[in-house]
């Protein structure tokens, strides 16, 4: 069975830095893309960006290029997203997912909720 | 970026109707369109890929249809686990996607 596990909820401060994960079971972790969705309180989601782990080729969105840092580890299909400086806009939750090679999302992790207030 | 706009924003439908929704792509995405739906507190599921391909395990009364910028998801006949957020999603412009604002289907 194809499972996507994402870390618990976070409360963070401005400023603070953060990294979530999100490990992948029950397939090849290596042959599928990973991607990161935003969705603020009460709003869509918003496409964030793509890992593929098995050459950690990352791709942002225009939005959020620069604002976080995507990556994984192969060796313990695990995808990361972090943050170096939050900002209490970030607050949402965030969901990865796996993809097929043409786009289409699969598989949902069951999302972690990121709090930033001071 | 490809711009998806969905409407209407809210469809109000009482249980047994049909519910029609709609995604239009700001350029031609051929059929290379997603449907997700989303019940509070949960992810989102896969509903529809190919613009009318069900997926796995998704009941026969979702359709979904279209093609290049106009596209249609049919509920036939709403069941009362049907009352939830959906979104189309291109990936026409892969690896760039993007997803539509969502069209909430309540209770009338």
């Known amino acids: 069975e194809v499972q996507l596990v994402q870390s618990g909820a976070e409360v963070k401060k401005p400023g603070e830095s953060l990294k979530i994960s999100c490990k992948g079971s029950g397939y090849s972790f290596t042959s599928y893309w990973i991607g990161w969705v935003r969705q603020m309180p009460g709003k869509g989601l918003e496409w964030m960006g793509i890992?593929?782990?098995?050459?950690?080729?990352?791709r942002y969105s225009p939005s959020f290029q620069g604002q976080v840092t995507i990556s994984a580890d192969k060796s313990i299909s695990t995808a990361y997203l972090q943050w170096s400086s939050l900002k209490a806009s970030d607050t949402a939750m965030y969901y990865c997912a796996r993809l097929t090679t043409v786009g289409i999302i699969d598989y949902w992790g069951q999302g972690t909720l990121v709090t930033v207030s001071s | 970026e490809i711009v998806m706009t969905q409407s209407p924003a809210t469809l109000s439908v009482s249980p047994g109707e049909r519910a029609t929704l709609s995604c239009r792509a700001s350029q031609s995405v051929s059929s290379n369109l997603a449907w997700y739906q989303q019940k509070p507190g949960q992810a989102p599921r896969l509903l529809i890929y190919?613009?009318?391909t069900r997926a796995t395990g998704i009941p026969a009364r979702f359709s979904g249809s279209g093609s290049g910028t106009e596209f249609t998801l049919t509920i036939s006949s709403l069941q009362s686990e049907d009352f939830a957020v959906y979104y189309c999603?291109?990936?026409?412009?892969?690896?760039?996607?993007?997803f539509g604002g969502g069209t909430k289907v309540e209770i009338k």
């Open positions: 890992i593929y782990p098995g050459d950690s080729d990352t």
């Open positions: 999603q291109q990936y026409n412009n892969w690896p760039g996607l993007t």
């Open positions: 190919g613009a009318s």
